[in-house]
């Protein structure tokens, strides 16, 4: 077992940490390259002017004017620095004061940038190139001190850092309330679908996210079904005790004044015979697992060696048309369905009973014939009847027949009787697939 809601917490806090880490990394990475690429900038500026006002005397010595170049180079230590190397010697910038600093040498028409370390807490970004002037080669080094640059950077960054760990606790705290009031959904649905197993309500009364509606109307179509089987199973034993009933009472009259034991044992036979067709009914309604899919080939032919092996002497005719391999219908209400269906034939039947199953786009047809005694149609209406036999010699014809009516009618589909040309009764079960995997339930949105 594990928490949903713990686990998208953690993936959640997990994932925001990573990406506000990344963001940091990158802004810090970009605001740097844009800082150095704008004193560089000014650097190759400075390098230029400084090339302009260099001037060389009738001697051939070089020099600066200071009056023509930035007052920033004439004061000492002012974090803009120049030095400029001649064929006859080195011109330093008063900033440097008395700073001792080696110039690595780069070929002619070549420039490089490149950081060093200062005078002082100095960082200096240097940018150095060589340009001829009046036939003669001069190396000009120009820096700048990017350290008040990189602290205000880490005051900037630190700000961001605060700025993002405050939004993401606030990201984090509201999601956790999205999630508390996301997760409440669930208890409002268990609770609902308490009251519908307790009979209170019919159906959920719940606004349900469209992301969870398949599971809550699959939940419900459970309930409906498991709720449906239970009255199904009652209406029988109620039927079957009302049946026994009487039987038991003979027996019991019989046994208290010890005479006519052809009778008792008549009634002992009664009461076998009706456990017998209900245990044969069981067995031919297949397994307790609710729902599933009716796979009418893989099925019926387990169906159909049981009635064999129950009713030998009848010959039963099979005819399958559509699509059978899969119908969204509930496996163990089929198969009592067409159990019923077939075993109310069998008993009737004299030596052939005829079963058509044909699936089309609008529902499912189950039809069974028999070459039985038939049935009166004025008779048709009351065959359905809870406890009503048609021949008092074949015990439960109309329970079987119930139970039919009881599983079409929650499908919304419809049974109907007619006379059957091998001479018997006819019976066609109809039902919409549709509508067959909602059975009243919709789940409000």
């Not at 000009?140 to 939004?167: G, K, N, R, S």
């Not at 705290?173 to 609902?192: G, M, P, T, V």
């Not at 009778?263 to 009706?274: R, V």
Request: net charge neutral; proline share 3%.
């Amino acid at each position: 077992m594990y928490s949903l809601k713990k686990r998208l917490n953690k993936s959640l806090i997990i994932n925001m940490i990573l990406v506000m880490v990344v963001m940091l990394f990158t802004l810090n990475i970009y605001i740097q390259q844009l800082v150095t690429e704008q004193v560089l900038t000014r650097l190759q500026h400075d390098a230029e002017s400084l090339v302009s006002i260099i001037q060389q005397d009738t001697d051939n010595n070089w020099s600066v004017n200071p009056a023509q170049i930035s007052t920033v180079y004439n004061r000492v230590f002012s974090g803009h620095y120049y030095i400029v190397k001649t064929p006859q010697g080195i011109i330093r910038s008063r900033s440097l004061f008395d700073f001792e600093i080696s110039i690595p040498d780069i070929a002619n028409g070549q420039s490089t940038s490149y950081q060093v370390k200062g005078a002082g807490e100095e960082t200096w970004l240097v940018w150095q190139q060589v340009i001829n002037k009046n036939d003669s080669p001069l190396q000009v080094w120009v820096a700048e001190d990017i350290a008040p640059f990189q602290q205000q950077l880490v005051h900037f960054l630190i700000i961001i850092f605060l700025l993002v760990v405050t939004a993401s606790a606030t990201l984090i705290y509201l999601q956790q309330r999205i999630l508390h009031k996301a997760f409440n959904i669930f208890d409002e649905l268990r609770s609902n679908l308490q009251s519908i197993r307790q009979g209170e309500t019919e159906k959920s009364g719940a606004i349900v996210p469209l992301e969870i509606s398949p599971l809550v109307d699959e939940i419900e179509m459970l309930v409906e079904q498991l709720r449906q089987r239970i009255q199904r199973t009652r209406n029988a034993i109620g039927n079957l005790a009302h049946e026994i009933k009487r039987p038991l009472q003979i027996l019991s009259l019989h046994l208290e004044s010890g005479q006519d034991k052809q009778s008792a044992t008549q009634s002992f036979k009664d009461i076998q015979t009706i456990v017998d067709r209900e245990l044969r009914r069981a067995k031919i309604s297949g397994s307790n697992v609710v729902g599933g899919t009716f796979r009418i080939n893989e099925e019926l032919p387990y169906l159909l060696e049981v009635l064999n092996r129950i009713y030998p002497t009848i010959n039963m005719q099979e005819n399958y048309q559509g699509d059978l391999k899969a119908v969204n219908l509930d496996r163990d209400d089929m198969m009592e369905l067409t159990g019923n269906l077939l075993d109310n034939a069998c008993k009737f039947a004299h030596s052939t009973i005829k079963l058509d199953i044909k699936r089309e786009q609008s529902g499912l047809t189950i039809s069974v014939e028999d070459n039985g005694p038939g049935v009166d149609p004025a008779l048709f209406e009351k065959i359905t009847g809870k406890g009503l036999r048609l021949d008092e010699t074949v015990q439960g014809h109309g329970l079987g027949l119930s139970i039919c009516t009881d599983i079409i009618d929650s499908y919304k589909g419809r049974l109907s009787f007619s006379h059957s040309e091998l001479g018997g009764l006819k019976v066609v079960a109809f039902i919409p697939l549709a509508a067959s995997g909602q059975k009243h339930l919709k789940t409000h949105r």
